[in-house]
T-cell receptor
Framework: GESVGLHLPTLSVQEGDNSIINCAYSNSASDYFIWYKQESGKGPQFIID?????DKRQGQRVTVLLNKTVKHLSLQIAATQPGDSAVYFC?????????????FGQGTTLQVKP | DAGVIQSPRHEVTEMGQEVTLRCKPISGHNSLFWYRQTMMRGLELLIY????????DSGMPEDRFSAKMPNASFSTLKIQPSEPRDSAVYFCASSGGNQPQHFGDGTRLSIL
């Protein structure tokens, strides 16, 4: 029979534009959030994290925004480059935070057009 | 710095055979995680260890799966007997303190 896989949302952007990838998380008690990037044939790679006592954190070309009211997380990538093409996952840590156990979202595919 | 090291990178075997996946965490990390990634279910946590002790194995699919961590620098995930539906990419990750998890590049397992 036909197999049905996860249909990952896809975001297609032009090189040089800004990208915004969104994530809805599940548990209002989650206190720590991470964005990972996964390229083909590789494991997820840490990009940026944020704790629940913050609503914004910036890295190099990336910004994470946290809206606890609506349980929403976003990753903004400035001046998107072809090397940014990958699948992006958000992950949440459900307390107690010292366990390190993460729950991953399904992922969003980012395609950068040259 | 060496990251998380997994072996083998690829494994193809026939159903019914025993499969052993290996992981060397980052030195100094005290938590180790095993994940499975498939198109159907995405990235799923199978089991994790803290200071070599299994803490939560609720994600292990069934008794055919077992994991061990005999010391701080080595862990195995074993499937016996293997079945075609076990075909997936298996990832190991490690973390230390309140730091984010770092992943290896995975083992792509195909059960024929």
């Amino acid at each position: 029979g036909e197999s049905v896989g996860l249909h990952l949302p896809t975001l297609s952007v032009q090189e040089g534009d800004n990208s915004i990838i969104n994530c809805a998380y599940s548990n209002s008690a989650s206190d720590y959030f991470i964005w990972y990037k996964q390229e083909s044939g590789k494991g997820p790679q840490f990009i940026i994290d944020i704790r629940s006592n913050m609503d914004k954190r910036q890295g190099q070309r990336v910004t994470v925004l946290l809206n606890k009211t609506v349980k929403h997380l976003s990753l903004q990538i400035a001046a998107t480059q072809p090397g940014d093409s990958a699948v992006y996952f958000c992950a949440e840590n459900i307390p107690p935070s010292n366990t390190g156990k993460l729950i991953f979202g399904q992922g969003t595919t980012l395609q950068v057009k040259p | 710095d060496a990251g998380v090291i997994q072996s083998p990178r690829h494994e193809v075997t026939e159903m019914g055979q025993e499969v052993t996946l290996r992981c060397k965490p980052i030195s100094g990390h005290n938590s180790l995680f095993w994940y499975r990634q498939t198109m159907m279910r995405g990235l799923e946590l199978l089991i994790y260890f803290n200071n070599n002790v299994p803490i939560d194995d609720s994600g292990m699919p069934e008794d055919r799966f077992s994991a061990k961590m005999p010391n701080a620098s080595f862990s195995t995930l074993k499937i016996q007997p293997s079945e075609p539906r076990d075909s997936a990419v298996y990832f190991c990750a490690s973390s230390g303190g309140n730091q984010p998890q770092h992943f290896g590049d995975g083992t792509r397992l195909s059960i024929l």
